[in-house]
Structure formats: structure tokens, C-alpha cells
């Protein structure tokens, strides 16, 4: 990582006997280099290079596609600590976006993972540039504005910050000031500073120099504005049989459009003209495939408004529909062998709710899907988990179909004579075709650091349980749901320690009755699920879970657990959402069972020098792999370090 500084001088005091009020700071950028205080450049070394030269800011992105700017705050950029108080910046540009994606702006940061970027972007296809406003919270994007603008060099991007209103002019070399966006975004911020990043080819913003006035005050362009973003309703989305319609209103004339983005990642824009009635076909979309849908509506001040509807998935209308956690391209075993079987999970959702899951593999005869009834394993409603055996899956590659079945029902209709009476309505079925294979390299031990950087999740972990997706930085539940369970390493692991970060977030909502509070944590020494028999309901063999949830009374505590309960734990624990903890926890082979031990604190502070908590857990399996696990707990896990004791 390189980090590079520069001055920021300050105007002189006002004059005269008044009490001084905020000041201008400004930066032309006049020195020959970086400089000392006020700024600092950083950025990785992919990203790019920030040098000062001919009295100008240069700002030189790499095109580095692992760059995430969107959900993450990895752009090439410079900062200053800044008072989380009312602003006025006034950046003035000496280049424009050439390139479509290629981006130059200024960004108001909380955290990598929480700040607001509003820059000049390259439109789609090069042609013409957008003004654009969007924030990131725990990596989950919201775009506040994305309007066509007109700019000429050099121009000015004036951004002013009233409370939880933000508003932004565009002032061209002409002078005229152009109202590009205003919108509402409660946030802290904790420092600011101009940005530049650009995809797949390399791009490069100039910044001539920079204005700022802290603690409020009157705009560089005074004038009167609309700052009402348009009413955005009405907004659904509907499986027909061309693809996903997606339909919404507005209560003025408004420009916009839809983005249908994929677990992978890759997304699709679909726009619609001016109007006050909205609709689009998503043509492209691939049936059972899960899309999250922001809808993006602008009105001709340049107010915007938006909605996201999560996780949609596409089947032609009125059939079950299936979703399969991890995607429908599974290989098994990069991160070692976790466990006796692999897990085909996921999610069917019929408009009846009456069906069956029947599966085969190959050329083989369709079984059906029929939960033990000893099992204690909690899923939602039409969750489901396959366990084959790992004979079953070839490393050549197996093809696994899974169908869902509605059953036939009886509806009120019109006999064959034409008069009223209960008719015969057959059910419908719809199928998925996956491909699993099965890869086991030679274990090296408990030795390693996963960092989630790669965007395969099979390459990092397996899933036992419920929906794991990758997110920036980290790993998290598709939806906080029941007993979410990720596997890293090896059945043959023992004697070793977990070192990991982790953000929680908010409490899911339990089912009735359900029987295991909330929790999230990890499992040391797991062994996979047991087959459950008439005279037991243990599915669980592990060596020891520890993290921290609900204990009796909805009293958050930090500890030891079993399947269903804390056995041993801290007592009241403050567990704050969206500030990053760190664990240390191990669990040592004995006589007779295992000696369980953890740490708990907040990250930057420094770490306890006593355990947590020490516990012994009589009759623990002698080591296994390692379970991260999030039980109706929204939670990242980031960076996951493992070494043998």
C-alpha cells in the first residue's frame, strides 16, 4: 500500500473584531509534490498513482478490475479527516471521463464499507457522461441519483451538505450552474476527498484544484432550486412469459431505469423513456435465476429517487420456483474435506405451497425429497438439503435435476354441463439442472488464511446449510435465516486455533416456537451432521461452537453452545451492529473430550490477556473442520486466519 500527503492551507482569520466564522480552505495544488499534512493519497498498488504536476492533481487509475468502488471504497483517492458537520466542496476538473465506467469525483467516507461517492462517470458505451450519487452500506449499494449531464473543461463540481440533504451543481466553463442532483442520505462521515477509477482500461482525472468550507455557509451558487425527489410507487416486478416485467409509476415526468444485477455479479441496465408510467421486459433473464432490481427514477431537476427489490427469480408464471444456494456449478473440495457428504441446498417458493422435491443424478431415477422427522435441523419454509454421499459425485463431473411438484388440487369452476363445481387443477413442475463435481487435494493442515478473494465461493468454502454469498471484504448469509453454516478445511484437523474479523448486524426474526435463539459464531472440530435415528435427534458433531447471541431473556451473552443453548457464556455482552469485533478462540484435544477457549473484543483495541471463556466439553470428536455459522443473526465474516496449536 502506498501513502502519499499534501498541504492544505488554510485562508487567513477574518478580519475585524468579530467572532470568526467557517473558513475557506483551499488547495491549488501548487506545490511540487505531495507534501506533508493535510491529504493523503492512498491507494494499492494495482489501483493506481496520485502525483502533482504542472500545478495539477493527477490522478492515474489502473483499470484494475478487482477494484470495487461500489460496494467498497477501493477506488484510487485521496482524504482528510473531516468534522461530521454541514460542507461546501467546490471541485474544479481539468479532465472528463473518455471511456465508459471511467469515473472522477469525490467521495465522503464513514468506512470502506459505508460512504457516498458522487462523481462525473463515462455513460454506457462511452457516449456522453452521467452525474452520479450512489452510497454503499455493508457493501449493499444504493444509487440517490444518475442523470445525463452536459460538461466542457475545465468545470466545477459544487456539492453541499445540509444535514441529511446533499446537493450538487455542475459549473461549466461558461459559468452557467447546472442543478445535477439533490437528494436525502443520513450518514456520518469521518473523512472526504477526491477520486478516480476507471474499468478495464486505464484512466486518468486531473484536478486543478479544490475549495471547502466547514460548518456551513452560503453556497458558491446561491440559487433556488427543486430539491422534491419524484414519488417512485407501484413498484413490482412480474414473471411473464418474455421475462421479468418490471412496472412502476412516478407522480411527475421522470427519465430512469432498471438494473437486474446476478448473484455473479454481472448485471443488466434497461432503460425507459420520459413518462409517468414505467414499464420494461427483462428479455434476457435465465429462468431460476436469483436477480436483486433497483428501479432509478430522474426528474428534470435532477432529483432522484429509487427502490430495490431483492432476490427475484425468474420461471415462467405460476410454477414453483427453485433456488439453489451457492449457484447451479459446484465443486466440491478446493478448501479440503469438510465432512462425510456434500449439500445441495436451497429454497423452492410455489404459489400453491403444496408440493414435493423429488432429485436424481445422471441417468439414475428420480427420489423424492423426504425429510426425517428425528431430524432437529431448523429451515424455513420451503428450504431444503440434499446429502449425497461423496461416492456418488465424479471429479469428471456428475448432473444432478431437481424437480419440484406441485399436487393436483381441486378450485371452484365450471363442470363439463357448465355448472358450478369443483374441477381437477393439475399441478405444475418446474426443474434445474446442476453440475457437481467432487475435487479432494492433499490436505496440508490447519495452516491457512482465507480472505474471500476469489469470486467463486466453492473455492473458499462449502456450504452445509442455508445461503452463503460473497461480499466485499468477506463472506455473509444470502438472507440471516436458520442455521447457515459454511465449512473451511478438513475432517483430519485437530489442535488448532481461529483468528477472524467479523461485523454482525441486526437479529432476524425467529419462527414460532423455534427451538435455538439466535446466534452466530463458529464451530471448531465439526463432523458433519449424524444420521439422525428413531432414538436420537443429535445431528450436530462438533467439538465446540463459541460466539455470541440470545440468551434467556433476549439477553445478548458471548460463549460456549451446544446445538440449542449456551452452556457456558460471559454473561450481558454489548454486541453494537456494523462495528468490526475480532476472535481468537481454539479447541485442544484432551482426555475425554476438549478443551474449548475464546476471546472476544472489538477491533483496534487491544487484545485481552485472559481468555474470555474456558470450557470443557466432555465427549467432543477429536477434531474436524471449521464451521462459520449464523443463526437468524445477520453477520460478515471477514478474514478467517487458522494455525496449529
Known amino acids: 500500500m502506498v501513502a502519499l500527503a499534501l498541504s492544505v492551507p488554510a485562508v487567513a482569520a477574518a478580519q475585524g473584531d468579530e467572532a470568526p466564522g467557517p473558513q475557506w480552505q483551499s488547495d491549488g495544488f501548487d506545490t511540487t509534490n505531495l507534501g506533508t499534512a493535510g491529504w493523503t493519497a492512498v491507494s494499492e498498488t494495482a489501483r493506481g498513482l496520485a502525483t502533482i504536476e504542472n500545478s495539477t492533481l493527477l490522478l492515474r487509475a489502473s483499470g484494475d478490475l478487482a477494484a470495487d468502488s461500489w460496494r467498497r471504497h477501493e477506488a484510487l483517492h485521496l482524504s482528510r479527516p473531516a468534522p461530521d458537520t454541514d460542507v461546501v466542496m467546490r471541485a474544479t476538473f481539468g479532465t472528463v ?48 441519483a444518475s442523470s445525463p449531464i452536459e460538461v466542457s473543461v475545465p468545470y466545477d463540481m459544487q456539492i453541499r451538505r445540509d444535514g441529511d440533504l446533499w446537493t450538487v451543481f455542475i459549473i461549466n466553463a461558461d459559468r452557467e450552474a447546472t ?157 479440503g474435506d469438510p465432512q462425510p457428504t456434500v449439500s445441495i441446498t436451497g429454497i423452492v417458493r410455489s404459489p400453491t405451497g403444496s408440493f414435493s422435491i423429488f432429485w436424481k443424478l445422471d441417468d439414475g431415477e428420480f427420489q423424492e425429497l423426504t425429510p426425517n422427522p428425528a431430524s432437529t435441523r431448523v429451515i424455513d419454509a420451503g428450504e431444503f438439503s440434499i446429502e449425497l454421499e461423496q461416492d456418488l459425485i465424479s471429479s469428471a463431473g456428475t448432473t444432478m435435476v431437481i424437480e419440484a411438484r406441485e399436487a393436483d388440487r381441486l378450485e371452484d369452476g365450471l363442470l363439463e354441463d357448465g355448472t358450478p363445481g369443483q374441477v381437477l387443477v393439475e399441478g405444475k413442475t418446474n426443474s434445474i439442472t446442476l453440475q457437481l463435481s467432487l475435487f479432494l487435494p492433499l490436505d496440508v493442515g490447519p495452516n491457512r488464511i482465507v480472505s474471500w478473494n476469489e469470486q467463486d465461493l466453492d473455492k473458499h468454502a462449502q456450504i452445509a446449510n442455508g445461503g452463503w454469498h460473497l461480499v466485499p471484504g468477506g463472506v455473509a448469509p444470502l438472507e440471516p435465516g436458520p442455521q447457515r453454516i459454511l465449512l473451511i478445511g478438513d475432517q483430519s484437523w485437530s489442535n488448532y486455533e481461529v483468528e477472524m474479523a467479523f461485523i454482525p448486524g441486526e437479529v432476524a426474526p425467529a419462527a414460532d416456537a423455534e427451538p435455538v435463539l439466535p446466534w452466530a459464531g463458529i464451530y471448531l472440530g465439526w463432523r458433519g451432521f449424524d444420521p439422525v435415528s428413531e432414538a436420537s435427534n443429535e445431528i450436530l458433531r462438533t467439538a465446540g461452537g463459541v460466539g455470541f447471541g440470545q440468551g434467556d431473556g433476549g439477553v445478548t451473552v458471548a460463549g460456549v453452545r451446544n446445538e440449542s443453548e449456551f452452556v457456558a457464556n460471559t454473561g450481558p455482552v454489548t454486541m453494537t451492529p456494523g462495528v468490526r469485533y475480532r476472535m481468537r478462540a481454539h479447541a485442544e484435544t484432551a482426555q475425554g473430550g476438549a478443551e474449548v477457549r475464546m476471546k472476544l473484543w472489538i477491533d483496534g483495541q487491544p487484545e485481552p490477556d485472559e481468555w474470555t471463556i474456558e470450557y470443557f466439553n466432555v465427549g467432543a470428536p477429536n477434531g474436524g473442520s471449521l464451521a462459520l455459522v449464523a443463526h437468524r443473526w445477520d453477520v460478515v465474516f471477514e478474514t478467517v486466519t487458522i494455525r496449529p496449536l
Open 97 to 144: 471521463p473518455t471511456v465508459e465506467y471511467e469515473a472522477q469525483g469525490i467521495a465522503f467516507v464513514n468506512s470502506p464499507f459505508d460512504f457516498l461517492r458522487i462523481d462525473v462517470i463515462g455513460d454506457l458505451g462511452g457516449d456522453g457522461w452521467r452525474l452520479q450519487a450512489a452510497s454503499s452500506t455493508l457493501g449493499a449499494p444504493v444509487v440517490h
Open 179 to 335: 442543478l445535477a442532483a439533490s437528494f436525502v442520505h443520513p450518514m456520518v462521515v469521518h473523512s472526504y476527498g477526491p477520486f478516480a477509477t476507471s474499468r478495464n482500461t486505464q484512466g486518468q482525472a486531473s484536478f486543478i484544484g479544490i475549495e471547502i468550507i466547514e460548518g456551513g455557509g452560503e453556497p458558491i451558487i446561491p440559487m433556488v432550486i427543486d430539491e422534491i425527489r419524484p414519488l417512485l410507487q407501484g413498484a413490482v416486478v412480474d414473471n411473464t412469459d418474455e421475462g421479468p416485467a418490471i412496472v412502476w409509476t412516478t407522480d411527475e415526468i421522470t427519465s430512469g431505469f432498471a438494473r437486474a444485477t446476478a448473484r455473479d455479479g454481472s448485471f443488466t441496465d434497461l432503460a425507459t423513456p420520459d413518462g409517468y408510467d414505467h414499464r420494461v421486459i427483462f428479455s434476457d433473464a435465465i429462468v431460476n435465476e436469483p436477480y436483486d432490481i433497483e428501479i432509478i427514477a430522474n426528474d428534470a431537476s435532477g432529483n432522484a429517487s429509487n427502490e430495490v427489490i431483492t432476490n427475484h427469480i425468474f420461471a415462467p408464471p405460476d410454477v414453483p420456483v427453485i433456488e439453489i444456494y451457492g449457484g447451479r456449478d459446484r465443486v466440491f473440495g478446493f478448501t
